[in-house]
């Protein structure tokens, strides 16, 4: 098969039919701004409490990040946990960590309550070592996971890493059995579905232009201009993640939009798939410019990476089949005549300090800043930030802590030193 610049879960989902007609409403208690794991999560959970919801999305259901990801559902964050605990100290670390475990469980609940046949399944994740003083890192890591947190990740000796991937190059491993597996395009149209059965209405080509306060009938909401018609209400929820643009600026100069890029190879005989990953783990490296990989239900090895820093175009997508093809074969050599049938890529969200940040923002809800590490982080936080806004007080340690933007506040939302980043990630890469 010739290779197709297509997202490949895409070929095995079908979203629900929405009437392109309908108009907008004129007054909602919140409107929903982005389509994707953070808005449907958060719609879901509004309509449940009762409030009548709009979700606008500028494309269509799950067009972001939400369908073209990795589908794995991870344990921890993107920084590590010394990283963390300096920065948060023990207590906030230890909440966070449990909101990261929690997240996971967030994600299988709401699959097994909307029945979404997303082959969502707890394989596990393993991490591997691409250098030996990462490797002796993995110790001190798990022996700080299992003390501060009570979570046991397992390390691998580098003599017994064939049991968990068919690969030599590593120079060992770290399991955790709790991190899960998923098909993330299956997953967001289930969890649209499960926000239009609660109530939520969902209208695909409506881009938000612009928001502004305004207040109507003597109350204080929000005006917004959208493609397909004005809309008024009462709160705003922000879900744009690495899309964020200039209907929310403040929101927008505070996130920096980073490529990331997979291809699939075709259908691969079992005997080879179990060979390559025995135990049907969500793997990932060490690296700063990393390497994510899996087994696709149907036996596909799906291989991502940063291979271009800036966000998805026809020329980074096709740049990337080759570079991302020549990264396989380091890792797998066994694949080296196995065809790519499929490219795409996907914009990720990085926040200045690499940290999930939800609240709100100029008076918008909002929770954004996922660092690849969003299918689990950002259902959860649609969820807490709903429970917050329907007068709960739920637990999220990621409420409040500081949120810094650039440096100096030399950013407009536009990501002029991305190739600066992705040389200096290399170097680190090179160097640590
Ligand atoms: C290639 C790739 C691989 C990844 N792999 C993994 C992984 O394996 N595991 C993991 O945990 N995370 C992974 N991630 C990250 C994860 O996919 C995201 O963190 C998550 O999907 C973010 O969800 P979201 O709903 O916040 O944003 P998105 O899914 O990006 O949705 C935002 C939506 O907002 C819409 N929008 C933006 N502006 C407007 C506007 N003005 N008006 C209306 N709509 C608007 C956009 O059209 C978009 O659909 C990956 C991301 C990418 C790109």
């Known amino acids: ?91 906030r670390t230890q909440r966070m960590y449990a909101a990261s475990l929690a997240s996971i469980d967030c994600v299988e609940q709401i699959v097994r309550e909307e029945a979404v046949e997303c082959d969502f399944s707890r394989c596990g994740h393993l991490e591997v070592a691409c250098k030996q003083k990462h490797f002796d890192d993995y110790a001190r890591q798990a022996d700080v996971i299992a003390r501060e947190f009570g979570h046991r990740l397992r390390v691998v000796q580098k003599q017994d890493l064939s049991s968990e991937i068919g690969s030599n190059i590593y120079y060992g491993g770290m399991v955790d059995e709790v991190s899960a597996g998923c098909n993330p395009a299956r997953y967001v149209a289930g969890l649209a579905q499960g926000a239009i059965k609660a109530g939520a209405e969902i209208f695909e080509h409506a881009h938000v232009e612009s928001v502004q306060r305004d207040s109507r009938q003597g109350e204080l909401g929000w005006k917004l201009t959208t493609s397909r018609g004005p809309l008024w209400a009462h709160e705003v929820f922000v879900g744009t993640s690495g899309y964020t643009g200039k209907a929310t600026p403040s929101l927008q100069k505070k996130l920096i939009p980073i490529g990331s890029f997979i291809i699939t190879t075709e259908v691969l005989p079992e005997k080879l798939a179990r060979e390559l990953s025995p135990c049907n783990r969500m793997i990932y490296d060490s690296k700063n410019f990393l390497y ?27 740049q990337s089949a080759e570079i991302l093809r020549r990264g396989m074969i380091d890792v797998y050599p066994q694949l080296s005549d196995a065809e790519i049938d499929y490219v795409w890529g996907g914009t990720l969200d990085f926040a200045f ?64 030193f991305l190739p600066l980043a992705g040389a200096w990630y290399k170097f680190l890469d090179w160097v640590s």
């Open 1 to 91: 098969m010739p290779l197709k610049e297509l997202n490949y879960w895409y070929t095995t989902t079908s979203f629900p039919t929405l009437d392109g007609t309908r108009a907008v409403p004129e007054v909602v208690d919140v409107a929903v701004i982005g389509a994707g794991f953070t808005g449907l999560s958060a719609a879901r959970t509004l309509a449940k409490r009762g409030a009548r919801v709009a979700v606008l999305e500028s494309e269509t259901i799950g067009w972001g990040a939400s369908s073209r990801n990795g589908g794995m559902v991870l344990t921890g964050m993107k920084l590590g946990v010394n990283q963390l605990v300096s920065r948060y100290g023990r207590e």
């Open 292 to 318: 994510y990989y899996r087994l696709t239900p149907d036996r596909r090895m799906l291989f991502g990476g940063r291979a271009a820093f800036f966000p998805e175009s026809d020329q980074t997508v096709r």
């Open 353 to 416: 300090d690499i940290m999930p940040h939800a609240g709100q923002m100029d008076g918008m809800y909002y929770a954004v800043g996922y660092a690849g590490h969003g299918v689990a982080m950002a259902t959860f936080q649609g969820q807490k930030i709903a429970e917050l806004m329907a007068g709960d007080q739920p637990e999220n340690p990621f409420v409040g802590i500081p949120f810094p933007g650039a440096p100096l506040g030399l950013y407009n939302g536009k990501p002029w």
